[in-house]
């Protein structure tokens, strides 16, 4: 690998299947050690793009390079280089946890006790040496995720592509995956990230970039993402509903008029806060001398989930965006 460079290049990369374009000149870049979030709508070619730096997709125009070698030119130096793992576990049921460890160390050209020691060495990062002797078709979701991603360590990968690594998860498992994925990154391993949980993302990714109808249209730190597609505002909640009115009076002029006219569902005004903590005091002056009594007062941001509505017009929450 060229350790000087990035671990990932990507350059006007550009596929078709017959008449349909799946990508457009994507263009992204993710470091050693950096984690990358792909996100994007169902259909808008995170799997293509995936697939193709993994080798096993050729691109139709445009240029890849994973860990210093050409997708199109050198897939199995490529495959030499990475871990790929995604929703459903790659795992043969029939053997025990030790035994996939080490067949997977036999098959990536270690030694049988250079396999053992690895496979030791693992169980016990993972926190599996409990059930290193049974059966892997007898581990729950969580435990068969963290087995899948030790396989693909045995030999440390320069690039890890994880596609959807969470999904179905229980929230402790879910954590558990978190934290393996953050190891990555202080390992100096660069990842790639596509994930259905918005929040996931939000949390794990050093950077994001969102793509959609094959072409990427934002790319930057999830804070960076959220300042570009809705600025600070103020939320205030009254102690009583029926003081809404009373509020949008002693807000005044710092409540834009479209929304000085009350939803009749409304329980708390949302307003833009430009000057972020200087508008909240602001704020917080007028109703008091107003005498309105609030539950609630604070800036909020917005969250990744109204990020990805803004840049791509699908509907926030459980949305997919890990296909």
């Not at 036999?106 to 060495?121: F, I, N, S, V, W």
């Not at 903590?277 to 007062?297: F, M, N, Q, Y």
């Not at 990020?307 to 890990?322: I, K």
Request: negative net charge; hydrophobic residues 40%; contains cysteine.
């Amino acid at each position: 690998m060229n350790r000087h460079g990035p671990a990932v290049e990507v350059e006007g990369l550009t596929k078709s299947f017959g008449d349909f374009t799946a990508l457009r000149g994507v263009d992204f870049q993710i470091a050693p050690g950096e984690i990358l979030g792909l996100l994007g709508p169902n259909g808008a070619g995170k799997t293509t793009t995936v697939d193709i730096l993994a080798t096993l997709s050729k691109p139709t125009s445009g240029r890849a390079v994973v860990a210093g070698h050409d997708v199109a030119t050198a897939s199995a130096a490529v495959r030499r280089e990475i871990m790929l793992t995604g929703q459903h576990a790659s795992l043969d049921d029939m053997l025990t946890g030790r035994e996939n460890l080490v067949l997977f160390g036999r098959l990536q050209g270690l030694r049988k006790p250079d396999a053992r020691t690895r496979a030791d060495e693992l169980l016990a990062r993972f926190d599996l040496e409990y059930a290193a002797d049974r059966r892997v078709g007898t581990y729950s979701g969580g435990m068969r995720r963290r087995i899948d991603i030790a396989c693909g360590l045995v030999v440390r990968p320069s690039v890890v592509f994880l596609d959807e690594p969470t999904t179905g998860l229980d929230p402790r498992s879910r954590q558990g995956v978190w934290d393996l994925v953050a190891r990555l990154r202080d390992e100096g391993i660069a990842t790639l990230l596509t994930t259905q949980y918005l929040e996931e993302a939000d949390e794990l990714s050093d950077r994001i970039v969102v793509i959609d109808h094959g072409t990427v249209i934002a790319e930057g730190t999830a804070d960076e993402l959220k300042e570009r597609t809705g600025a600070t505002y103020c939320e205030v909640v009254p102690r009583r509903r029926a003081d809404l009115p009373l509020l949008v009076d002693a807000l005044g002029s710092l409540l834009p008029p479209h929304l000085r006219t009350l939803e009749p569902a409304a329980d708390r005004l949302s307003m833009p806060a430009p000057d972020g903590p200087r508008t909240l005091v602001e704020a917080v002056s007028r109703i008091d001398a107003a005498g309105v009594e609030v539950h609630d007062v604070a800036l909020r941001r917005p969250s990744l989930d109204e990020v990805f509505f803004a840049l791509t017009g699908d509907a926030p929450g459980p949305v997919e965006v890990g296909a």
